[in-house]
């Protein structure tokens, strides 16, 4: 079951990519440590809902043994970005972030 939410903004407001957004509720002082370098990231508030590996498999991979997910491959696409994006504002715990981290 996929978890989405469109109710609060259209969702091609929530599709645009964007690569500088900032995300204040994930922390990027806690992020789980299997993330790749880039913007986009875990950290460990994930409660492992598997909402973000099913919506884009090819960006986030679920960390087994941990219970929790983990960026392995940045977005770099549009197409990526805003699977991403869209990730982004639809996890239930605000546990994926966007730092704008090169
Ligand atoms: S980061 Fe969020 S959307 Fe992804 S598995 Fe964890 S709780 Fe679910």
């Given at each position: 079951?996929?978890?989405m939410n469109f109710s609060a903004k259209g969702s091609?407001?929530?599709?645009?990519p964007s690569t500088n957004r900032k995300n204040p509720m994930a922390n990027p002082k806690?992020?789980?440590?299997?993330?790749?370098?880039?913007?986009?990231?875990?950290?460990?508030?994930?409660?492992?809902?598997?909402?973000?590996?099913?919506?884009?498999?090819?960006?986030?991979?679920?960390?087994?043994e941990g219970?929790?997910?983990?960026?392995?491959?940045?977005?770099?696409t549009p197409e990526e970005i805003a699977l991403a994006e869209e990730a982004l504002?639809?996890?239930?715990?605000?546990?994926i972030g966007n730092d704008g981290a090169g």
């Open positions: 079951m996929r978890l091609h407001e929530m599709m645009r806690d992020k789980s440590p299997e993330n790749v370098p880039g913007p986009y990231y875990n950290d460990s508030t994930c409660l492992d809902c598997g909402l973000c590996p099913d919506l884009a498999p090819q960006i986030f991979r679920r960390q087994d219970g929790y997910t983990y960026v392995y491959h940045q977005p770099v504002q639809s996890c239930p715990t605000e546990s």
